[in-house]
């Protein structure tokens, strides 16, 4: 299989030797401690609730319905009382509505998940979402208006210090090509392209033995962030260009996360609702490790269970430190896109201190979407979204490759980031005016 | 040479002539009131009544679409004048301002994070909701600032913005620009606003903010004329209502309440 690669792209420190030969461990659910399960943990409406206070409940039972088209089911990550349905602390909204559990002594069932006739539904009654992070619902992804003809498993991990996937892909190699399998069936898709990054050769390895009982393709992908990034995967393997504001679908292709593919085959085979995943812990904690959580543990705990903070904590990030969020708050629960936890202290950080654009043009450069970063930053700054909107902002991944290039430390992605929202509302004005 | 001259002399006199006799021949009829009328606003064009600036409505106001005081900008006097051109009556016009309805500034409203972003109020609010405890308060980022065309405003060394009612128009454009809808627009002669805008329960606004309105209706009760409501723990004073008395400022426990 030829190797094409992608534009633009950096190659940070990847870190990942503290956690990456640590098998996962799994953190047990502590009698008494509180869960709080957000009922939007998913790209889309926020699922209704389907409990009220001082109601028992069932690891596994549904909690959460979906509520319309793009939505995803959420169930009850573990037996116990509902205590409140408040509002938690979120780290991209700042609050969401929630159900706290208080987890009982017994723990040892979870209820199975409804697997019916149509594979798509048994996706949609797990709670499936894309667990690379960006949280889509799985089964609108999983149902197709077109044709596809390439199923492409992301096992990239591009972002620094993760190592969740990695360690999934060496102890669930089988499970995970069986949950591809049962897609690709399930889709009619002929194609089945597996990419894993080059520095994890052991990975590699382990699915260079199936490749031949599997019928699939094995892509070494060349060490380079945002390798991972869904158009990135799909021009660096098929060479496919997607075009400007649109889904992979367009080039007849579904990228979908190891992770995903092991919820896919655990609903299917093993009736298992999607309540717990894979979150690395790593940075400044005295013992990183990998580790298998329930949906709804505070991040707090998580920490303590890793044996707490190692000095004096400075900034703690949800996610990679690519694309991750700082939280300002502890108490912020693990949700099903969480796959890392980090945690830096003042002399792990960068200084910050921004100064003015040299013109250098390195964000040009290192951009992979072809943006010109360096312009886009000034509209930024002067709140020009008019301007914004023509230079394409909407087409950024938000991957951060021009921030973490800049020598002047310009806070370019994080700009364009929060500029989105006002740039959708010129946008949105001029489709108006366009139509009347 | 002269070949070269004579030509250049003859197209250009033929497409003279062709201008003319087109501008006699197309000749629009403008009403010449639009020209005087537009000679009165204040050719700021701020956008501030909602049309693309001072000209748009001048053709609105003598087309009778739009009153003759239309402009948020213009002086009282020179409303007058333009009703007087077009032979209409004017109600009354009292002076209207923006105001700040938050006194929440760094001494008051704890943040619960550094911020690194640009400047500016919406990039800041889309990050876990501000970085403020209170979710409705000032962000201190200033963009209603930059958005004043007027010079009227400026952040204090507290990080709240300040409006110089003498220079204030009540264009309104500080009203859009901000993200949490803190700025409003009355009339000059009501000073007393209740300077929040918290809906938060008592207690989580104590947390927040030292100056929030806990909705304790201290105020409600005191009014003489029950211009006060109490709504989502939040008081509001009607300004139509209100005579000005300031008996609402002095009962206030957290002193939200602020006499501009
Ligand atoms: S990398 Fe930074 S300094 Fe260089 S052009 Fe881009 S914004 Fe300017
Ligand atoms: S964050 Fe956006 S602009 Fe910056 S490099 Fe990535 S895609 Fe390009
Ligand atoms: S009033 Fe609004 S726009 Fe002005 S600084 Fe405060 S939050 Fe920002
Ligand atoms: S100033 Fe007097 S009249 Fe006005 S709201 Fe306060 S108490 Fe009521």
């Not at chain 2, 007058?80 to 016009?93: F, H, M, P, R, V």
């Not at chain 2, 005191?222 to 008081?235: G, H, R, Y």
């Given at each position: 299989?030829?190797?094409?690669?992608?534009?633009?792209?950096?190659?940070p420190d990847y870190n990942k030797g503290a956690t990456s030969g640590k098998?996962?461990?799994?953190?047990?659910?502590?009698?008494?401690?509180?869960?709080?399960?957000?009922?939007?943990?998913?790209?889309?409406?926020?699922?209704?609730?389907?409990?009220?206070?001082?109601?028992?409940?069932?690891?596994?039972?549904?909690?959460?319905?979906?509520?319309?088209?793009?939505?995803?089911?959420?169930?009850?990550?573990?037996?116990?009382?509902?205590?409140?349905?408040?509002?938690?602390?979120?780290?991209?909204?700042?609050?969401?509505?929630?159900?706290?559990?208080?987890?009982?002594?017994?723990?040892?069932?979870?209820?199975?998940?409804?697997?019916?006739?149509?594979?798509?539904?048994?996706?949609?009654?797990?709670?499936?979402?894309?667990?690379?992070?960006?949280?889509?619902?799985?089964?609108?992804?999983?149902?197709?208006?077109?044709?596809?003809?390439?199923?492409?498993?992301?096992?990239a991990e591009c972002e620094p210090y993760l190592t969740c996937d990695h360690r999934?892909?060496?102890?669930?190699?089988?499970?995970?090509?069986?949950?591809?399998?049962?897609?690709?069936?399930?889709?009619?898709?002929?194609?089945?392209?597996?990419?894993?990054e080059?520095n994890k050769?052991d990975a590699?390895?382990?699915?260079?033995?199936?490749?031949?009982?599997?019928?699939?393709?094995?892509?070494?992908?060349?060490v380079?962030y945002?390798?991972?990034?869904?158009?990135?995967?799909?021009?660096?393997?098929?060479?496919?260009?997607?075009?400007?504001?649109?889904?992979?679908?367009?080039?007849?292709?579904?990228?979908?996360?190891?992770?995903?593919?092991?919820?896919?085959?655990?609903?299917?085979?093993?009736?298992?609702?999607?309540?717990?995943?894979?979150?690395t812990?790593t940075g400044?904690?005295?013992?990183p490790?990998n580790?298998?959580?329930?949906?709804?543990?505070?991040?707090?705990?998580?920490?303590?269970?890793?044996?707490?903070?190692?000095?004096?904590?400075?900034?703690?990030?949800?996610?990679g430190p690519?694309?991750?969020?700082?939280?300002?708050?502890?108490?912020?629960?693990?949700?099903?896109?969480?796959?890392g936890?980090l945690?830096?202290?003042?002399?792990?950080?960068?200084?910050?201190?921004?100064?003015?654009?040299?013109?250098?043009?390195?964000?040009?450069?290192?951009?992979?979407?072809?943006?010109?970063?360096?312009?886009?930053?000034?509209?930024?700054?002067?709140?020009?979204?008019?301007?914004?909107?023509?230079?394409?902002?909407?087409?950024?991944?938000?991957?951060?490759?021009?921030?973490?290039?800049?020598?002047?430390?310009?806070?370019?992605?994080?700009?364009?980031?929060?500029?989105?929202?006002?740039?959708?509302?010129?946008?949105?004005?001029?489709?108006?005016?366009?139509?009347? | 040479?002269?070949?070269?001259?004579?030509?250049?002399?003859?197209?250009?006199?033929?497409?003279?002539?062709?201008?003319?006799?087109?501008?006699?021949?197309?000749?629009?009829?403008?009403?010449?009131?639009?020209?005087?009328?537009?000679?009165?606003?204040?050719?700021?064009?701020?956008?501030?009544?909602?049309?693309?600036?001072?000209?748009?409505?001048?053709?609105?106001?003598?087309?009778?679409?739009?009153?003759?005081?239309?402009?948020?900008?213009?002086?009282?006097?020179?409303?007058?004048?333009?009703?007087?051109?077009?032979?209409?009556?004017?109600?009354?016009?009292?002076?209207?301002?923006?105001?700040?309805?938050?006194?929440?500034?760094?001494?008051?409203?704890?943040?619960?994070?550094?911020?690194?972003?640009?400047?500016?109020?919406?990039?800041?609010?889309?990050?876990?909701?501000?970085?403020?405890?209170?979710?409705?308060?000032?962000?201190?980022?200033?963009?209603?600032?930059?958005?004043?065309?007027?010079?009227?405003?400026?952040?204090?060394?507290?990080?709240?913005?300040?409006?110089?009612?003498?220079?204030?128009?009540?264009?309104?454009?500080?009203?859009?620009?901000?993200?949490?809808?803190?700025?409003?627009?009355?009339?000059?002669?009501?000073?007393?606003?209740?300077?929040?805008?918290?809906?938060?329960?008592?207690?989580?606004?104590?947390?927040?903010?030292?100056?929030?309105?806990?909705?304790?209706?201290?105020?409600?009760?005191?009014?003489?004329?029950?211009?006060?409501?109490?709504?989502?723990?939040?008081?509001?004073?009607?300004?139509?209502?209100?005579?000005?008395?300031?008996?609402?400022?002095?009962?206030?426990?957290?002193?939200?309440?602020?006499?501009?």
């Amino acid at each position: 299989m030829p190797f094409f690669g992608f534009r633009g792209g950096v190659h940070p420190d990847y870190n990942k030797g503290a956690t990456s030969g640590k098998p996962i461990e799994v953190m047990p659910v502590k009698e008494g401690a509180l869960y709080g399960v957000p009922l939007a943990q998913h790209i889309g409406a926020p699922a209704k609730p389907l409990v009220a206070k001082n109601q028992e409940v069932k690891a596994g039972e549904l909690i959460g319905q979906a509520a319309g088209f793009i939505s995803a089911n959420i169930h009850a990550p573990v037996s116990g009382r509902v205590v409140a349905l408040q509002s938690l602390p979120h780290p991209v909204s700042g609050k969401t509505a929630g159900i706290i559990i208080e987890a009982s002594g017994e723990q040892d069932e979870i209820l199975p998940v409804n697997v019916s006739e149509k594979f798509q539904e048994t996706v949609l009654n797990a709670g499936i979402v894309g667990l690379g992070g960006a949280t889509f619902p799985s089964n609108v992804k999983l149902s197709p208006p077109k044709k596809v003809d390439t199923l492409l498993l992301n096992g990239a991990e591009c972002e620094p210090y993760l190592t969740c996937d990695h360690r999934l892909m060496l102890e669930k190699t089988e499970e995970i090509i069986k949950g591809a399998d049962l897609i690709r069936r399930a889709l009619n898709i002929e194609n089945l392209i597996i990419g894993i990054e080059e520095n994890k050769a052991d990975a590699l390895e382990a699915f260079g033995k199936f490749a031949s009982s599997y019928k699939f393709e094995l892509v070494p992908l060349e060490v380079k962030y945002p390798q991972g990034g869904e158009k990135q995967l799909i021009k660096a393997c098929l060479n496919r260009t997607v075009p400007e504001g649109m889904l992979p679908l367009e080039v007849g292709v579904i990228v979908h996360n190891v992770g995903t593919c092991l919820a896919v085959y655990d609903a299917v085979e093993n009736k298992k609702p999607l309540i717990e995943r894979v979150v690395t812990v790593t940075g400044a904690v005295k013992e990183p490790k990998n580790l298998l959580v329930r949906v709804g543990t505070p991040v707090q705990d998580i920490i303590d269970y890793c044996g707490g903070f190692l000095g004096e904590p400075r900034k703690v990030v949800m996610g990679g430190p690519m694309m991750g969020f700082a939280l300002s708050n502890l108490d912020v629960p693990m949700m099903k896109g969480t796959s890392g936890i980090l945690v830096f202290r003042e002399e792990d950080l960068p200084d910050l201190k921004q100064c003015n654009c040299i013109r250098c043009g390195r964000c040009v450069d290192v951009c992979p979407m072809g943006l010109i970063p360096s312009v886009m930053d000034r509209f930024v700054v002067r709140e020009m979204y008019e301007s914004l909107a023509d230079w394409h902002v909407m087409n950024c991944i938000e991957c951060g490759c021009c921030s973490y290039d800049c020598p002047s430390r310009r806070n370019l992605a994080g700009g364009f980031k929060t500029s989105k929202r006002e740039v959708m509302k010129v946008l949105k004005a001029r489709e108006a005016e366009k139509n009347g | 040479m002269t070949a070269a001259i004579l030509t250049m002399l003859s197209t250009g006199f033929v497409a003279g002539l062709g201008l003319m006799i087109a501008s006699k021949k197309f000749h629009v009829e403008k009403d010449p009131r639009i020209e005087q009328v537009g000679n009165l606003l204040p050719a700021a064009n701020c956008g501030g009544c909602g049309f693309p600036g001072c000209a748009a409505l001048a053709e609105s106001i003598v087309q009778g679409k739009s009153a003759p005081n239309a402009c948020p900008v213009l002086g009282a006097e020179s409303a007058k004048e333009i009703a007087a051109l077009l032979g209409l009556e004017l109600g009354s016009n009292v002076k209207k301002v923006a105001r700040v309805r938050c006194k929440g500034g760094r001494t008051e409203a704890p943040e619960k994070y550094d911020y690194y972003g640009p400047k500016d109020c919406h990039s800041v609010n889309m990050l876990a909701g501000g970085n403020k405890l209170c979710s409705y308060g000032c962000l201190g980022e200033g963009s209603c600032v930059k958005a004043c065309g007027f010079d009227a405003m400026y952040m204090d060394e507290n990080r709240l913005p300040v409006i110089i009612e003498e220079k204030c128009t009540s264009c309104g454009m500080c009203v859009k620009a901000c993200p949490r809808s803190i700025i409003t627009i009355i009339e000059q002669d009501k000073p007393f606003v209740v300077a929040c805008m918290s809906k938060d329960k008592g207690g989580d606004v104590k947390k927040a903010c030292s100056v929030g309105c806990i909705g304790c209706k201290l105020c409600a009760k005191n009014c003489p004329v029950t211009a006060i409501q109490v709504d989502n723990f939040l008081a509001v004073i009607d300004p139509d209502i209100c005579i000005n008395c300031g008996k609402c400022e002095e009962v206030c426990p957290t002193k939200a309440i602020k006499k501009f």
